[in-house]
């Protein structure tokens, strides 16, 4: 079929627009990607913290931040050590706290002591890459719990 003159370059606006709408879908499908990667070394990180938190319980003495505190710094300095390459070490931020303390183990009811929950919260501000959302922040968080057993 022959084009007439009234129909040259109809195809161009159209590829134009499809390729605009292919293009923000792919692109979309890569940044939700990026989005559940960090979101689950976010919750990976949390693990990792109680998992620190738990090993230096009250009666830890060998190890170093024995006997780990609540609040920040420790653990968080902890976890940023723990960065991955698609991440911002300096963005990670955690906070460690003990929720409960059951006075069965007959420790009284001193944080970090046995049978105490350790846990820890994580969170990372993720930035999207896509122009139409590049200001957008989601900010993730993931909380871990674990008991300290000695």
């Not at 003159?5 to 161009?12: N, V, Y």
């Amino acid at each position: 079929m022959i084009a007439t003159k009234s129909q040259r370059g109809a195809t161009l606006p159209e590829t134009l627009l499809v390729m605009t709408v292919l293009l923000g879908f792919m692109f979309g499908i890569v940044d939700f990607g990026r989005a559940l990667y960090t979101y689950g070394f976010v919750a990976q990180l949390a693990r990792q913290g109680a998992r620190w938190a738990i090993v230096r319980g009250s009666n830890c003495t060998a190890l170093d931040h024995c006997p780990a505190r609540s609040g920040t710094s420790d653990v968080q300095s902890y976890l940023q050590s723990l960065n991955e390459g698609a991440t911002d070490a300096s963005k990670i931020g955690a906070v460690l706290s003990w929720p409960s303390c059951p006075q069965s183990f007959g420790t009284g009811n001193a944080a970090n002591a046995p049978g105490c929950i350790a846990a820890v919260t994580v969170t990372y501000p993720f930035k999207f890459m896509l122009p139409f959302v590049s200001g957008a922040t989601l900010n993730l968080s993931s909380t871990s719990q674990m008991i300290i057993s000695n």
